[in-house]
């Protein structure tokens, strides 16, 4: 079945150190694979998905993920931390469905928090 | 991007009363509505897939009865959540797909603020 695994509950970093937010996943499929982004009381937002093409994807606010099948992991990561970027971090894979159509599957999700 | 906006945004109701819950697709249309429930610190959980003209498809384990669906527009989806209970307080989230069947090829979900539901 697929699933995914988020390491760490909670990730501490400074303000303009590197950010990295572990992700491993567990598919029969060639999985998409998804980071989202959700800020207190707010909706969540898609910071980047590989759906097989690059293996290095490239997403919004500077965030980067690359996946790597030896490993089966899909892990976040940005090179300086803002403090802004202190937000839940959701790793989420997709079932396919007989429609055609897949299911997402989010994991448990990481807290990044960001000191001065 | 994609807006989804839900209504209200926070609501607090008494035991045994009923809520309703609003998802509105704002500059698109969706034929595919999902429902999701997020407890404290938790993931979300998908609670049910909503299809505009038809039922809804809920979950394993989620009741049907007491968590009503209706899509009743390309652009509106609307949760009720029946005779509400404490442990039904928890923060629901709905997500719009925008896409049509084509070869497995998976389409942006964009997801709403969210709405937080407390049950006295």
């Known amino acids: 079945a697929q699933s995914v695994t988020q390491l760490d509950s909670h990730v501490s970093v400074s303000e303009g150190t590197p950010v990295l937010l572990r992700c491993n996943y567990s598919?029969?499929?060639?999985?998409?694979l998804f980071w989202y982004v959700q800020h207190p009381n707010k909706g969540l937002q898609l910071l980047l998905k590989y759906t097989s093409a690059a293996t290095l994807v490239k997403g919004i606010n500077g965030f980067e993920a690359e996946f790597k099948k030896s490993e089966t992991s899909f892990h976040l990561t940005k090179p300086s931390a803002h403090m802004s970027d202190a937000a839940e971090y959701f790793c989420?894979?997709?079932?396919?469905?007989?429609?055609?159509?897949?299911?997402?599957?989010f994991g448990t999700g990481t807290r990044l928090l960001v000191s001065p | 991007g994609a807006v989804v906006s839900q209504h209200p945004s926070r609501v607090i109701c008494k035991s045994g009363t009923s809520v309703k819950i609003e998802c509105r697709s704002l500059d698109f249309q969706a034929t595919t509505m999902f429902w999701y429930r997020q407890f404290p610190k938790q993931s979300l959980m998908l609670m049910a897939t909503?299809?505009?003209?038809?039922?809804?498809?809920?979950e394993q384990g989620v009741e049907k009865d007491k968590f009503l669906i209706n899509h009743a527009s390309l652009t509106l989806s609307t949760l009720t959540v029946t005779s509400a209970h404490p442990e039904d307080s928890s923060f629901y989230i709905c997500?719009?797909?925008?896409?049509?069947?084509?070869?497995?090829?998976?389409?942006?979900?964009?997801f709403g603020p969210g709405t937080r539901l407390t049950v006295t």
């Open positions: 598919s029969s499929y060639s999985p998409s």
């Open positions: 997500s719009a797909r925008v896409g049509v069947l084509a070869g497995g090829v998976f389409y942006e979900q964009y």
């Open positions: 989420v894979v997709t079932i396919p469905l007989n429609t055609g159509f897949q299911k997402l599957v």
């Open positions: 909503s299809n505009e003209g038809s039922k809804a498809t809920y």
